[in-house]
C-alpha cells in the first residue's frame, strides 16, 4: 500500500511537471503546514549590506523565493509584485518587499543588483552562503532543489515553490498567496493588515 501510494505520488509529481513544463512547486504543500512560518535569517542585500530578519520588523513584510536566472515563473511573479507595490501607492511606506533567492552560487550581490533594476525599488534582493540561504529557506518552509544539467552544467534550474509569504510587523505569519491568485485580491488582502 505504502509503495503504491509512493507511486502515485510520483507519478502525480511527473505528470504536472510534463504538464506545465515548469520548474516551481506551488504543487508542493508547505511542508510541516503553515504554523510557525518565518523565524531568523541573516542575509546580505543587492548593495552589499548585511540585514537580518530583525531590519525588517516595524512594518509587513512580503517575501518571495526565487532566483534570477528562473527562465518563467519567477519574472512573471515578481512582475506580480511589481503591480502590487503599484496598487499600494501611499501606503508601501508601511510594508517591505523582499525577494531571497534559492540559487545563492549565481545569485551573487553583482548580479542581484543588476537585476534589481527590471523590477520596482522597492523591492530588496537578498543573498548568502549556501547555509545563509538554507536557514531562511528552513524557516519559510521553503522547498528548493537544483536540477542539474548534464549538457550545460552552467544552465542549471532550481526547482522550488513560489508563494508570497506575508508578515506581520513583528515578523509573524499572516497568510501568503500563490501565484495564480488575482492581483486585486492580494492588494486588498495586503491593504488590511497595514
Ligand atoms: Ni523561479
Known amino acids: ?98 525577494f531571497i533567492t534559492v540559487d545563492p552560487e549565481r545569485d551573487t550581490v553583482e548580479q542581484l543588483n543588476e537585476n534589481s533594476t527590471n523590477f520596482s525599488d522597492k523591492i530588496m534582493y537578498l543573498t548568502g552562503t549556501k547555509e545563509e540561504i538554507e536557514i531562511a529557506a528552513k524557516a519559510y518552509k521553503v522547498f528548493y532543489k537544483k536540477v542539474e544539467n548534464h549538457e550545460y552544467p552552467e544552465d542549471y534550474l532550481v526547482d522550488h515553490s513560489s508563494f508570497i509569504y506575508y508578515m506581520n510587523k513583528e515578523g509573524k505569519y499572516i497568510t501568503h498567496f500563490n501565484n495564480t491568485q488575482p492581483i486585486d485580491e492580494i492588494v486588498a488582502r495586503v491593504r488590511k493588515e497595514l
Open 1 to 98: 500500500m505504502v509503495l503504491w501510494a509512493g507511486v502515485a505520488i510520483l507519478l502525480g509529481v511527473l505528470g504536472y511537471q510534463q504538464l506545465s513544463g515548469k520548474n516551481h512547486a506551488d504543487r508542493y504543500e508547505i511542508a510541516g503546514g503553515e504554523a510557525a512560518i518565518g523565524g531568523s535569517f541573516a542575509l546580505t542585500n543587492h548593495k552589499g549590506i548585511r540585514v537580518s530578519d530583525k531590519d525588517f520588523h516595524g512594518k509587513n513584510l512580503l517575501v518571495y523565493f526565487g532566483f534570477t536566472y528562473c527562465p518563467d515563473i519567477c519574472p512573471t511573479d515578481l512582475g506580480r509584485l511589481n503591480q502590487v507595490i503599484n496598487l499600494l501607492g501611499e501606503e508601501m511606506n508601511k510594508l517591505n518587499v523582499i
